[in-house]
């Protein structure tokens, strides 16, 4: 079992419509500031179990291929990487904020839920990979993996493999920056 914190975040320049829906490429750059994890954040923990659902699949299909051996010496289990195609997860999953209501919660859901996934499959890849992971669940997740303010690059490649987000500056870069979220209303927004 693992467990993963990710922020949410703002975006200060938008996307404007997805190139491919499927693996949800954006026409166009995005910056985003990440949001202090301290009060708007996901936590979500992943355990065995099973899990369907097609953005759920495709992200878990990404990080199974990057999979490594696991060992837990404490309860004498070791896991190889053939083993996590047939791992089944169970998956915890909350916001310190009101989900639905504008403030990004699916992407710190699945920038958390890939983030906790490669922890508990002992994948290697560095953020920027793993935020093209993300970003097939939630096209601004990808963003939810660094802090400060953070480019999401739409890429050029049909498969979508340079569709990632790079860290432009850390969050100590503007220190006196402050950003106020007021919540009038936990009530979904609109569809």
């Known amino acids: 079992m693992k467990t993963a914190q990710t922020p949410t975040n703002i975006a200060v320049i938008k996307y404007w419509g997805k190139r491919n829906e499927t693996l949800i490429l954006p026409v166009n750059d995005s910056i985003s500031v990440t949001l202090d994890p301290a009060h708007l954040c996901t936590t979500t923990t992943v355990a065995e179990i099973s899990l369907s ?6 992200c878990l299909r990404e990080i199974r291929k990057r999979a490594r051996e696991v060992e837990d010496k404490e309860k004498g289990i070791k ?4 083993d996590w195609e047939k ?3 169970h ?3 909350c916001n310190n904020f009101p989900t ?3 403030l ?3 992407a710190a859901g699945f920038a958390c839920l890939v983030f906790a996934l490669a922890k508990l499959m002992n994948v290697e890849e560095d953020d920027s990979q793993l935020s093209a992971i993300a970003r097939q669940g939630s096209g601004s997740a990808c963003r939810s993996l660094f802090g400060g303010f953070v480019k999401w690059i739409m890429g050029k490649e049909e498969d979508g493999s340079d569709s990632l987000a790079v860290q432009l500056v850390d969050e100590k870069h503007w220190d006196d920056l402050f950003i106020i979220i007021a919540v009038v209303s936990s009530r979904q927004k609109e569809k």
Do not use: F, P
């Open 53 to 58: 659902g097609g953005r759920y699949q495709n």
């Open 104 to 106: 990004a919660s699916s």
């Open 100 to 102: 639905a209501v504008g």
């Open 87 to 89: 791992l089944h997860l």
């Open 91 to 93: 998956i915890a999953s």
């Open 79 to 82: 896991t190889e990487k053939k």
